[in-house]
């Protein structure tokens, strides 16, 4: 999939075959079966061409609901140029509104077979925020369209003829509009390597076919990357993540990348990423109904590899480290037993009362080394507990922070770039439900705020870093007859770097 932005002036005045100009139309307020209002782009286009547009939308019975669509060819070819008039609701729509149109207008594109699609539909939704927000969003709603897996399939779907968007905008817009389009398309490469990451069956998707991704993705763009292997893992003393991995026959890893396209000096951000390439749950071993879902247990990992690709791709000039605890749950004859005790990294030791909790004994070990890098910030992101989901469903990601302003920066990026996350508290009160009985704390605090709960336990392994956590169970796949990933939330991430970046040479520039 390609994006470009060219000024409205660079509408070529004959189109290739094949493409199809996107026009976005206003619902008529008022009168019943009042014909839909053309918009800037539409307008210019229906005078050059002496009104077809408006006589085509007067008898096509279209309202201009968000996501109505119709296609108009004055030519016969299906092939030939034609018009897609695509309904953007009310002038008082919001964001979703927009981004649900620039979906229905994709979709539309693709049903009809065009293979480029210039947007008027873009710059015309003039009342929804900033050009720019509206070019990033219809690139992110494009590719998330558009998306197929299909590499186990022995006959693909058609190809998905849609190759190339072009967004037409105001001569004025055009660099504001260039660079959201290159963000975009950068969020867009990382979000479908997390995706095509976690829609690969867990028999594929093993902690050294992760470990191999990462090498790969650090070699193609220059920045470093370590795998730990199980006898350095022993030596380190990582005695949590090595339990999860007991039962298995695939080894586990641990992964260290290192992007440093900031001054030596200034600290890292460090990203966790939870690496469970299937969880059985191991002797706690979970129920048989969609338990293929837990290949998706990577997701957090996936997504820091995705977020390294989209900085990469934007050589962002910013310090990161990224660190993948990577193994699988299963259950064999040395498995980890519900009951025992093992004495993690920090020094910490853990009663390990449910198997099926291990994403935080991976994660603690991860959380212990990533201090030695004296980060700015440690940010992990998991699949951690069917808990989140009851709570926030699939909508919001599950927040949880040591830091207020830390939360605040990236709740506003998610809701910027509306991949939304909500905030849950950390309180202290909270941690007496984990204290363990017989080692210093348990890996399971009972059925209440389960989400909660196991937020706590990540924080004791932290201490005093500003620290966030993202529970991505409800929102890093899709259940159901589509199953599948959702690349989420590297949009989230990637716009929290961005702002961070932006904000920083906004201050130099002040700087005396
Ligand atoms: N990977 C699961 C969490 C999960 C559950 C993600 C459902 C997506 C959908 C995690 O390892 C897990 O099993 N958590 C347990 C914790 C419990 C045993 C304390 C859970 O949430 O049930
Ligand atoms: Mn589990
Ligand atoms: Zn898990």
């Not at 950068?186 to 976690?198: Q, S």
């Not at 350095?232 to 990348?257: N, W």
């Amino acid at each position: 999939m390609e994006f470009d932005v060219r000024s409205t002036s660079g509408l070529p005045g004959k189109l290739p075959s094949g493409a199809v100009v996107v026009v976005g139309v206003l619902e008529a307020d008022g009168k019943a079966k009042a014909p839909p209002r053309l918009l800037r782009g539409g307008a210019r286009l229906d005078a050059l061409l002496d009104g077809k547009l408006t006589e085509f939308l007067l008898q096509s019975g279209m309202r201009g609901k968000v996501g109505e669509s119709r296609f108009y060819h004055p030519g016969l070819a299906v092939s030939a140029a034609g018009f897609l008039f695509v309904g953007l609701g009310k002038e008082d729509g919001g964001e979703k509104a927009f981004v649900d149109a620039v979906r229905a207008a994709v979709r539309a594109a693709r049903e009809i077979g065009a293979r480029e699609a210039f947007l008027f539909l873009v710059a015309e939704a003039h009342w929804i925020l900033d050009v720019a927000w509206r070019v990033r969003q219809a690139v992110l709603a494009a590719a998330d369209v558009l998306y197929r897996f299909e590499r186990f399939k022995s006959e693909k779907k058609e190809k998905p003829a849609l190759k190339k968007i072009i967004f037409l905008v105001g001569e004025q817009e055009l660099a504001v509009a260039q660079s959201a389009c290159v963000e975009g398309a950068a969020m867009v490469e990382g979000i479908r390597l997390a995706r095509d990451l976690g829609n690969l069956p867990a028999n594929v998707c093993t902690p050294a076919h992760l470990a191999q991704t990462a090498r790969e993705l650090a070699g193609e763009h220059g920045f470093k990357c370590q795998v730990f292997e199980q006898k350095k893992l022993e030596k380190l003393g990582m005695r949590a993540l090595l339990a999860v991995a007991q039962g298995a026959r695939e080894a586990p890893a641990f992964i260290v990348l290192h992007y440093t396209g900031g001054k030596a000096e200034e600290k890292p951000l460090v990203f966790v990423g939870k690496g469970v390439t299937f969880d059985s749950g191991g002797i706690s071993i979970k129920p048989a109904a969609d338990m293929d879902e837990m290949k998706y247990d990577m997701c957090g990992a996936a997504s820091v590899l995705g977020l390294f690709k989209t900085v990469a791709r934007l050589a962002l000039p910013i310090n990161l480290v990224g660190l993948i605890p990577a193994a699988e749950n299963m259950p064999d004859g040395g498995a980890t037993r519900p009951g025992d005790i093992v004495t993690s990294l920090s020094g910490t030791t853990i009663e390990i009362l449910n198997t099926d909790a291990e994403g935080r004994l991976l994660l603690c070990d991860a959380l212990a080394y990533a201090r030695r890098f004296t980060p700015e910030a440690i940010i992990d992101i998991a699949t951690l507990t069917g808990a989140c989901v009851v709570a926030l469903g699939h909508v919001a990601t599950g927040l949880f922070a040591s830091d207020d302003a830390l939360a605040a920066e990236l709740l506003a990026a998610g809701e910027r770039v509306r991949d939304l996350a909500w905030r849950l508290p950390v309180w202290e009160e909270y941690q007496e439900l984990i204290n363990g009985r017989f080692a210093d704390v348990a890996n399971t605090g009972g059925r209440h705020a389960g989400a909660i709960t196991a937020a706590c336990f990540l924080a004791r392994f932290v201490k005093d870093i500003p620290w966030a956590h993202l529970d991505i169970a409800g929102t890093a796949w899709k259940s159901g007859p589509q199953k599948g990933t959702t690349g989420r939330p590297v949009a989230l991430l990637a716009q929290f770097l961005l702002e961070r970046v932006a904000a920083r040479a906004q201050d130099q520039e002040h700087a005396p």
